[in-house]
T-cell receptor
C-alpha cells in the first residue's frame, strides 16, 4: 500500500519570504501522480500543483514550485514571496496511474502560518 | 461553471441513526470520490464511483455505502452512526480516467451526539 508522510505538522514563514514544505512517499509503482492541495479555513481543498512521475522537469505554478526526487521518493513544495493568503493546511497526495481510478492517498498535512 | 456541491453543509445526528450525504459533481464529470477527514486519522479515502459503478473502495466498515446516479450525482450513506463517525466528509469529482485532477466540494460536517 502507498503511504505519504509529511514530517512537519506546522511551519511558519514571514510574509514575502520563502518556505519549503516536505513530503515523502512510498510506492512500488513507476507511474503515478503527486499533488499538493491547500485547505484554507473554508475547508475546500484547492489544487496547488501537480507532478507526473514520468516527467523529470519539476512543476511550477507562479509562486509555487516543487522539488521532485523520484529515486528518493521525495516531493517538496516551495512557496516563494509568501502572502497572508497562503496561510492554510497543505496536504501532499499520491495517486496511482490513471487506470487505477481516482483514489488519493494523503499525508497528514502541514499547517502553514504566515506572519505579517 | 458551477463547482462541486455538497449538501447539507452541516448535520447533527444521534448515535444509532443513519445519514445520507449528497454530492453533485461538476457538469460533465463522471467520477466521484468520497473522503473522511478527522483530526485523528486525517484524510481517508472511502470510495469512488465512475459511471454508476463503484471502482475503488477504502478500508471502512460496511456501514458506509454509496451510490451514483445516471446524472453522476452521488450519495453516501452511513448507518448505525457511532460517535467516531463525526467528521468532515469531502467529495471530489473528476472527468474520468483520462483526467488526473480532482475538484473538491466544501464538505459536509457531520456531528454525531
Amino acid at each position: 500500500a502507498q503511504t505519504v508522510t509529511q514530517s512537519q505538522p506546522e511551519m511558519s514563514v514571514q510574509e514575502a519570504e520563502t518556505v519549503t514544505l516536505s513530503c515523502t512517499y512510498d510506492t512500488s509503482e513507476s507511474d503515478y501522480y503527486l499533488f499538493w492541495y491547500k485547505q484554507p479555513p473554508s475547508r475546500q481543498m484547492i489544487l496547488v500543483i501537480r507532478q507526473e512521475a514520468y516527467k523529470q522537469q519539476n512543476a511550477t505554478e507562479n509562486r509555487f514550485s516543487v522539488n521532485f526526487q523520484k529515486a528518493a521518493k521525495s516531493f517538496s513544495l516551495k512557496i516563494s514571496d509568501s502572502q497572508l493568503g497562503d496561510a492554510a493546511m497543505y496536504f501532499c497526495a499520491y495517486r496511482r496511474d490513471l487506470n487505477a481510478g481516482n483514489m488519493l492517498t494523503f499525508g497528514g498535512g502541514t499547517r502553514l502560518m504566515v506572519k505579517p | 461553471k458551477a463547482g462541486v456541491t455538497q449538501t447539507p453543509r452541516y448535520l447533527i445526528k444521534t448515535r444509532g441513526q443513519q445519514v445520507t450525504l449528497s454530492c453533485s459533481p461538476i457538469s460533465g464529470h463522471r467520477s466521484v470520490s468520497w473522503y473522511q477527514q478527522t483530526p485523528g486519522q486525517g484524510l481517508q479515502f472511502l470510495f469512488e464511483y465512475f459511471s454508476e459503478t463503484q471502482r475503488n473502495k477504502g478500508n471502512f466498515p460496511g456501514r458506509f455505502s454509496g451510490r451514483q446516479f445516471s446524472n453522476s450525482r452521488s450519495e453516501m450513506n452511513v448507518s448505525t452512526l457511532e460517535l467516531g463517525d463525526s467528521a468532515l466528509y469531502l467529495c471530489a469529482s473528476s472527468f474520468g480516467t483520462d483526467d488526473a485532477e480532482a475538484f473538491f466540494g466544501q464538505g459536509t460536517r457531520l456531528t454525531v451526539v
